[in-house]
């Protein structure tokens, strides 16, 4: 069998703490105890510092891999346009890793797209054509019109890695480059993909493809359902199944799979049924403060909610391919659709604003609304 290195989107995770993690230890020490290799995420929402990239460079095993996804301003802000200076951005980002290169911890760099973002030949080729020749590069699109035989020939000619995704935005394909692929386990959930826990029969689907690949190239593959520890626990149910997992995998397999023991189903009663409704109902109602029932029903329609940070102070997310940003400190929210734009003076919220607020646990939604209000945040244009 050839090379196989699966691991998780992250590492840095409060609620791993208790099941992959003990109190107080490094989360990232820990975490490569156990797997050979890691995404990085931090480095789409920000440039991290030299010292950081040193720090991931030096504090890891010297067999360790990384992935490491290209900022958003490259793919979601500038949106690949070389006319928008994205070559400079990405010649200076791959500057930022050169440690990791150089050390040999580094195997990839992801360029994930927005959903949003349609193919288009011209833009693809000519923002391809600028990429480092010395670094490796995998891209992962999340629309439809990307589904042609010109993406394939693209990718070919400038020896791209085609993501293969897990997730509801994009039928499974079974696709690498001459030397690498790369599968990303986004989950399968209605409106957080991410909060979802894969069943076995569903991992095993993808046991075949992975060992087939395997006898060409290198694969990497990546859990991104990262709620609740479902990605390390998963990640591991794929390596046993390959029949590759280390003993110390085993063990911490059993140990998580005890720790996501599931109690058995019960009735609603009819109190909680009530409570819960009534709950739901405020949320709305809160909503329509902010709203009107025609923006609230289309975005209690809307599926396309990428989930990118999800912290005590800041929410990041991506809705039908805008950006959202909530900031808790700040008290501001930012947004980039024009309904959000024409709503700022009115202290309206749009759809997509709407829909990642119902998106949210309905005690986070109700704690949201309920400081904007009290403390009458700002509604404010994303100007990238």
């Known amino acids: 069998m050839g090379s196989i290195r ?3 989107s992250g590492w840095d995770y409060k609620d791993w703490v208790g099941t992959l993690y003990v109190r107080d230890e ?7 105890s156990i797997f050979n290799t890691a995404e990085i995420n931090s480095t789409f929402y920000s440039y991290p510092k030299p010292g950081l990239v040193l720090g991931w460079a030096a504090h890891t095993p010297d067999d360790f891999l990384f992935s490491v996804k290209l ?12 006319a928008a200076g994205v070559e400079d951005d990405v010649r200076g980002f791959c500057e930022l890793m050169r440690p990791l290169k150089g050390s040999g911890r580094l195997a990839c760099i992801l360029i994930q797209l927005p959903p949003g973002l349609k193919f288009s030949c011209n ?9 480092p020749h010395d670094y490796h590069f995998a891209l992962e699109y999340r629309n439809r019109t990307w589904l042609t035989d010109d993406v394939i020939r693209l ?4 020896n791209i890695t085609p ?32 909060n979802y826990r894969y069943s076995q029969q569903e991992l095993e689907t993808w046991v075949g493809a992975i060992r087939e ?7 990497l593959g990546y859990f991104n359902n990262h709620y609740h520890g479902h990605a390390p626990e998963n990640c591991l149910d794929v390596l046993e199944m390959l029949g590759i997992a280390t003993p110390k995998q085993q063990l911490m397999r059993q140990h998580l799979q005890a720790g996501q023991a599931r109690p058995a189903a019960r009735d ?9 409704a009534v709950s739901s109902n405020e949320i709305k109602e809160t909503l329509l403060e902010f709203t009107d029932i025609g923006r609230l029903e289309r975005g209690r329609a809307v599926k396309d909610i990428d989930m990118l940070q999800d912290e005590p102070e800041l929410i990041v997310a991506d809705v039908s391919g805008y950006s959202i940003y909530v900031d808790y400190a700040g008290k501001f929210i930012l947004h980039d659709c024009q309904d959000w734009r024409r709503g700022i003076s009115q202290q309206r919220m749009c759809k997509h604003v709407a829909a990642l607020i119902l998106s949210l646990p309905p005690e986070k939604s109700q704690a949201l609304l309920g400081l904007i209000k009290e403390q009458g945040w700002d509604f404010r244009p994303y100007t990238g």
Request: proline letters at 2%; charged letters at 25%; one cysteine or more.
């Open 6 to 8: 699966l691991g998780c």
């Open 26 to 32: 490094s989360k990232l020490k820990a975490y490569t």
């Open 71 to 82: 900022n958003r301003q490259v793919t979601h802000e500038k949106r690949l346009d070389i």
């Open 123 to 131: 833009l693809v080729e000519s923002f391809l054509a600028v990429l």
């Open 155 to 158: 990718f070919e000619r400038y």
């Open 163 to 194: 993501v293969m995704t897990d997730g509801p935005a994009l039928p499974k394909q079974e696709m690498s480059s001459e030397d690498m692929a790369y599968i990303r386990w986004h989950g399968r959930g209605g409106r957080v993909w991410y």
């Open 213 to 219: 690949l395997s006898e060409q190239v290198q694969v």
């Open 268 to 276: 609603t009663t009819l109190a909680e049924f009530a409570y819960l």
